[in-house]
């Protein structure tokens, strides 16, 4: 069984800045796209910023040029950078890790994990 853990969140003044972190867990898998959302109170989950295997990197326009989502393979884990950080942007994070092993048939799953969350305030 894959799990994924998030870590970095916390409270923080608008213009900070903070970085999160993903790491999966578990035998036996291989993960394609890793991604980050997020869910405000009262509002739908949404996609953050994504980056596929080979590393290419997509960005909602609300966190393009403040955010800056990578990966590190070798590790199996996800990092978002978030700077300049605004009160709009806080939310519980969650990573997303489409993941392929025996118990998926090695057909890409999406795997959550349980969020972190991040709170802007002054």
Do not use: H
């Amino acid at each position: 069984q894959v799990q994924l853990v998030e870590s970095g969140g916390n409270l923080v003044q608008p213009g900070g800045s903070l970085r999160l972190s993903c790491a999966a867990s578990g035998k036996g898998f291989s993960i394609d796209t890793m991604a980050w959302y997020r869910q405000a109170p009262g509002k739908q989950r949404e996609l953050v910023a994504t980056v596929t295997l080979s590393g290419t990197t997509n960005y909602a326009d609300s966190v393009k040029g403040r955010f800056t989502i990578s990966r590190d393979n070798a590790k199996n884990a996800v990092y978002l950078q978030m700077n300049n950080l605004k009160p709009d942007d806080t939310a519980a994070y969650y990573c997303k890790a489409d993941v392929r092993s025996s118990d998926t048939g090695w057909i890409p799953r999406p795997y959550w994990g349980q969020g972190t969350q991040v709170t802007v305030s002054s």
